[in-house]
């Protein structure tokens, strides 16, 4: 089993089976992330940063 479902896996035992809804990201977002820290992320690197966790949350509720 991948690392990924191992995550998965284990997110669904600590939610008891119920669907945990997140925001997704937005520019508001990531700005205050990186002002917590202390750090601008690259346009770039934030178009992949929401991308890969769009992914994630779809993979969450696909399983």
């Given amino acids: 089993m991948s690392d990924l479902n191992n995550v998965i896996e ?3 035992k600590l ?3 119920e669907v945990i809804n997140v925001a997704l990201p937005d520019d508001n977002l990531l ?5 917590e820290i202390n750090f ?11 991308k ?12």
């Avoid at 700005?31 to 002002?35: A, L, Q, S, T």
């Avoid at 890969?52 to 399983?63: A, G, P, R, S, V």
């Fill in 31 to 35: 700005d205050n992330y990186e002002k």
């Fill in 52 to 63: 890969q966790i769009i992914f994630f949350m779809e993979q969450l509720n696909y399983y």
């Fill in 10 to 12: 284990h997110l669904k």
């Fill in 40 to 50: 601008v992320f690259q346009k770039i690197t934030e178009s992949f940063l929401k």
């Fill in 15 to 17: 939610s008891n089976g």
